[in-house]
């Protein structure tokens, strides 16, 4: 009978202890979320006594209520609207900018490379004044376009650097074949370049779904209306400074949540793979 080495106790030992600490943090994540959903099913009175209680008579009253009082139908089609253009714009010029960055060396090259890489350091926060009064200036208050374009403007950096790192690896002399070819730089674009890049497509359409949906500033901001108000500030509204009804924020809550769980759903594999090939890496 042979006993188990030290290496190999050490081994099973490092197995164990990863394998309770990844359960000790899957439950820390979901229990919010298992909270949040039977929660939302409970009267106010019934929250407020038993914060931490399953519901005792399961209603969807909330759920109702939320979505009359918060016309929550139309925010979610303007989420929608602003998510889904801000998006595939973002892609577009993110790609088309990172092309030209890497295929076609300049004498700015860096100069650009580097002005990208600076955005990131930029904050909504210190320049959402100036961007007011501009967008004042300009006429685009209230109106959708004045969501939609800060929404690319600040998410290009980091969608232009993600894109730049992978593009770096695309060999270059399949440009220069396609050149001799013949082939135009739009048809070098559209027909080798997008194909390529559906890995890191994948990754920054992700990413850039997930912060436009969740962003509240600019629409808090820029718009009055109650027709162009997202999810994130409809869902604000049921936080007042003297009452707070928490069924109908719990419900509004999940049902914001719920788009976003489903897209990861479908993707969460096409953002491991883009990752995994080198989307992020110089």
Request: net charge positive; proline share 5%.
């Amino acid at each position: 009978m042979t006993h188990p080495s030290a290496l190999q106790r050490a081994s099973l030992s490092w197995r164990v202890s990863a394998y309770v600490l990844m359960l000790v943090f899957a439950v820390l994540t979901l229990f919010p979320l298992i909270w949040l959903a039977y929660s939302s099913l409970k009267p106010h009175a019934e929250i407020i006594r038993y914060p931490l209680g399953l519901p005792k008579a399961p209603t969807f009253n909330n759920y109702i209520r939320a979505w009359t009082i918060g016309a929550l139908g139309i925010s979610l089609i303007n989420s929608f609207i602003y998510t889904i253009t801000a998006t595939l714009a973002t892609l577009l010029l993110a790609l088309a900018a990172a092309f030209g960055i890497t295929k076609f060396p300049f004498k700015f090259n860096a100069f650009f490379v580097g002005a990208f890489a600076l955005g990131l350091m930029i904050t909504v926060h210190a320049v959402i004044i100036p961007l007011f009064l501009a967008e004042v200036s300009l006429g685009i208050i209230n109106r959708r376009i004045g969501v939609i374009l800060p929404y690319i403007a600040f998410d290009l950096p980091m969608s232009v650097m993600i894109a730049v790192s992978y593009l770096k690896g695309v060999p270059g002399a399949l440009i220069e074949s396609a050149e001799i070819d013949g082939a135009k730089y739009g048809y070098v674009f559209w027909r080798m370049i997008l194909p390529l890049s559906t890995p890191v497509i994948a990754t920054m359409v992700i990413l850039s779904f997930l912060r436009h949906w969740n962003e509240f500033l600019f629409v808090f901001v820029f718009t009055t209306k109650a027709a162009l108000k997202s999810v994130p500030v409809a869902i604000a509204q049921f936080a007042g400074r003297l009452n707070i009804e928490y069924g109908l924020q719990y419900a509004s809550l999940v049902i914001g949540i719920f788009p976003m769980i489903v897209f990861y759903f479908f993707f969460h594999a096409q953002l491991i793979k883009g990752f995994g090939e080198g989307a992020l890496k110089e």
